[in-house]
């Protein structure tokens, strides 16, 4: 990577190609000024914690990267996937409503919406549902699209999408309903309606391998048509740490944010019973091992925070740099980040 004179309106060169403006880092550094802004206003705050660790997050579907210590250490040490677990604690310590704003890793990652180094906002309400984490959604997309986009709306590719009001909630349960004619936890009727679509899931995949083929080649594809929306009620299964819906328990108090069709947000109310979140970790953690062949150990500080008393909250991870593509009108991260 070269740097040549700014002052005469040059560009960052990357070695693997594409051109990244000095306009365009200028913009990035507002946002993330304004974005910590609208949470301090909000008596949020900002919290930093460690990258470094030695247990991960555990999620069958997301890769940490490893690390070695110098000290020669005979375990290595994972660059956090999320803050989520540290900021967990600090909940449990009495910190309040909290942020962050920062770098995180995720291996096997690579695509226009995917990088292995991404900018990561992670927030948390104490003693409120869903639906506030929601409200934050609305009310920062809206105010950041007013200053950077000119109106309460975003464009991408040649679409409009207003964002000035509240967002559809479009529950997922009814999301399979209507586009696959099936119920999103019968494995049976997946295959068939996936195989109907011209989508041929091997014989060995679980209900887990059809829901996703079907989320990802059916659901989220037909969001790319509703503006801005979220996601909410996903199977209980598949969201080891968020609380289950009273009334319901195969479903979980988790959403996810599209707009213009790109995942921008997924957040949930959080599992505070620490027996049950032990067994739903236990259980994630044999999954996982199943489907990688790798152990990855459970953090015991962890537990112990959620037996001293995680209290009532809700959370939600934003990506930053897939907002930030959105309010530039950029195709992809690559064209809003530094590499």
């Not at 195969?250 to 921008?264: D, I, K, N, T």
């Not at 909250?313 to 309010?327: E, H, K, P, Q, S």
Request: proline content about 6%; glycine content about 8%.
């Amino acid at each position: 990577m070269t740097l040549e004179n700014p002052a005469a309106g040059r560009t960052w060169r990357r070695l693997a190609g594409g051109e990244l403006s000095w306009e365009t880092l200028r913009l990035r550094s507002r946002i993330l000024h304004r974005i910590r802004s609208f949470f301090r206003e909000r008596g949020f705050l900002e919290v930093d914690p460690p990258i470094a660790l030695p247990y991960p997050n555990i999620d069958p579907n997301v890769f940490p990267v490893t690390i070695s210590d110098a000290a020669g250490r005979a375990s290595p040490l994972f660059l956090h996937t999320s803050p989520e677990l540290s900021m967990k604690k600090l909940l449990a310590a009495g910190s309040g409503n909290i942020f962050f704003l920062g770098k995180v890793f995720r291996d096997r990652e690579g695509s226009p919406l995917h990088h292995p180094e991404f900018t990561m906002l992670e927030w948390y309400r104490v003693g409120e549902p869903c639906d506030a984490v929601m409200r934050d959604v609305e009310e920062l997309v809206r105010e950041l699209s007013r200053e950077f986009a000119g109106k309460e709306e975003i464009r991408r590719g040649g679409e409009s999408v207003p964002v000035s009001g509240k967002w559809p909630r479009w529950e997922l349960r009814d999301a399979f309903a209507e586009l696959l004619q099936v119920s999103m936890t019968d494995r049976a009727g997946l295959r068939s309606a996936l195989g109907q679509k011209g989508i041929r899931p091997g014989e060995s995949e679980g209900w887990d391998d059809l829901f996703f083929r079907a989320y990802i080649d059916v659901i989220e594809p037909a969001l790319e048509g509703k503006g801005a929306v979220f996601l909410s009620g996903f199977p209980s299964a598949l969201a080891a740490m968020a609380k289950r819906r009273d009334g319901d328990a195969e479903l979980c108090e988790r959403f996810e944010g599209y707009l213009c069709g790109v995942e921008l947000v997924n957040g949930y109310e959080e599992l505070t019973d620490a027996r049950e979140q032990a067994d739903r970790l236990r259980d994630l953690a044999a999954r996982h091992e199943h489907q990688t062949k790798t152990m990855l150990p459970i953090d015991p500080e962890f537990l112990e925070a959620l037996f001293h008393g995680l209290p009532p909250c809700c959370g939600a991870a934003l990506g930053v740099d897939r907002l930030a593509m959105l309010l530039l009108g950029k195709e992809s991260i690559a064209d809003v980040t530094i590499r």
